[in-house]
């Protein structure tokens, strides 16, 4: 029986912090268990966890698009400031792969981990050397090759038990 995604991305929180990107991704499809997983480390934890869709959204509303791109990372930095603790949970990342926004949103999730562990959703897969972001056919897709990261991948249900099931790796 494997155990809940929750529980896996709690021990990888603890290796992550030995890292120099302390970045922990709970990496799968939709309706794999991320979300749940995110909002019962936060119950149990009392860990911040942000919508990143929703916060960027109501800030960047009155920007120009050339402003967007030239002013999310920091604004994500600054909703980042915000939050108290050590672990923050990132949940709904999406927005950061629109095109208009011109971010590398790998590159920046590593950079907000310098100084505190971050835990981020990420709606794609993880095949053991890449972490992909949507289909090559799609504006957004993205791969990353050896992403640096700590990657707890929420897979599909397990036959066995009927709940979602994890593989951790690290590829830091």
């Not at 991305?9 to 268990?33: K, M």
């Not at 890449?130 to 289909?135: F, G, K, P, S």
């Not at 990261?149 to 036959?159: F, K, L």
Request: aromatic letters at 6%; proline letters at 5%; zero cysteines.
């Amino acid at each position: 029986m494997s155990l809940p995604i929750s529980s896996n991305i709690e021990r990888q929180i603890e290796q992550a912090s030995q890292l120099y990107h302390r970045l922990v991704l709970v990496v799968g499809a939709h309706h794999t268990g991320k979300t749940r997983a995110l909002q019962a480390l936060a119950a149990k934890h009392d860990w911040p966890i942000l919508s990143v869709n929703l916060a960027l959204a109501e800030r960047l509303l009155e920007l120009t698009v050339r402003q967007r791109a030239l002013r999310v990372a920091r604004i994500l930095s600054d909703l980042l400031a915000e939050q108290t603790g050590d672990v923050v949970l990132l949940d709904n990342l999406e927005m950061l792969f629109h095109p208009d926004l011109e971010q590398d949103p790998l590159r920046l999730l590593q950079s907000l981990s310098r100084n505190r562990t971050i835990v981020a959703t990420w709606r794609g897969f993880y095949d053991g050397r890449a972490l992909v972001y949507a289909t090559p056919d799609h504006p957004e897709y993205r791969r990353f090759e050896d992403p640096q990261a700590v990657i707890v991948r929420a897979q599909t249900n397990d036959p066995v038990n009927g709940t979602p099931s994890t593989v951790m790796e690290t590829s830091e």
